[in-house]
């Protein structure tokens, strides 16, 4: 069974830091690859995703991912945070097998201090 | 368009009962899932429907069922409620556009069920 692993599950940040969030994934065959966020009180929105083509995929809000295939990594980048980027962040893979079946990251609780 | 939308928001249960929840997918989408979302499991694939039928299973009881309807809604059932049950309840739907078998899923606000 294919996993999806978060490396890190707590990160503080001052406003115009950048970030970085690492997500591994395990499964050799094709994969289509989602970050999600959840802001506080909110649901589950999509970030950006990736199913082929440019492995640098942009996506709204100024965060960006690169799709690694030799490393099974999906990593997500933002050059500078901000206080409204204080959210839990979700990487999730979708691998194999047809239909639409999500499997998550642990997620990220993300905290941008002023 | 409207979102996804999940009834009720809220519920609170005793361990031993059954319980419905309900979700309307976006309109045009003929994908619906569901996901259960704990603190100590995460959020975690429960099934999907498409076109009536089930499409995909996770790892979970058979306590838990789904259905679809011709109008795509669905619902999930939980019978003999379990204090274990407490989560968020997801439903996602998609559709299945582009000739692709899967696609991006598009998450409602969930139903917070609460057994006690």
């Known amino acids: 069974a294919q996993s999806v692993s978060q490396h890190n599950h707590h990160v503080i940040l001052s406003e115009a830091a950048s970030l970085e969030l690492g997500c591994n994934y395990s499964y050799g065959g094709t994969v289509n690859l989602f970050w999600y966020v959840q802001y506080p009180g909110q649901h589950l929105q999509l970030l950006l995703k990736?199913?082929?083509?440019?492995?640098l995929v942009k996506g709204i809000k100024g965060f960006e991912a690169e799709f690694i295939k030799s490393k099974f990594s999906f990593n997500l980048r933002k050059p500078s945070v901000q206080w409204s980027d204080t959210a839990e962040y979700f990487c999730?893979?979708?691998?194999?097998?047809?239909?639409?079946?999500?499997?998550f990251g642990t997620g990220t609780q993300l905290k941008v201090e002023l | 368009k409207a979102g996804v939308t999940q009834t009720p928001r809220y519920l609170i249960k005793t361990r031993g009962q059954q319980v419905t929840l309900s979700c309307s997918p976006i309109?045009?989408?003929?994908?619906v899932s569901w996901y259960q979302q704990t603190p100590g499991q995460g959020l975690q694939f429960l099934f999907e429907y498409f076109s009536e039928t089930q499409r995909n299973k996770g790892n979970f009881p058979g306590r838990f069922s789904g259905r679809q309807f011709s109008n795509s809604r669905s619902e999930m059932n939980v019978s003999t409620l379990e204090l274990g049950d407490s989560a968020l309840y997801l439903c996602?739907?998609?559709?299945?556009?582009?000739?692709?078998?899967?696609?991006?899923?598009?998450f409602g606000p969930g139903t917070r069920l609460t057994v006690l």
């Open positions: 309109s045009g989408h003929r994908s």
């Open positions: 996602a739907s998609s559709s299945p556009g582009s000739g692709r078998l899967t696609d991006t899923q598009y």
């Open positions: 999730a893979v979708n691998a194999g097998g047809g239909g639409n079946k999500l499997t």
């Open positions: 990736y199913f082929s083509g440019d492995p």
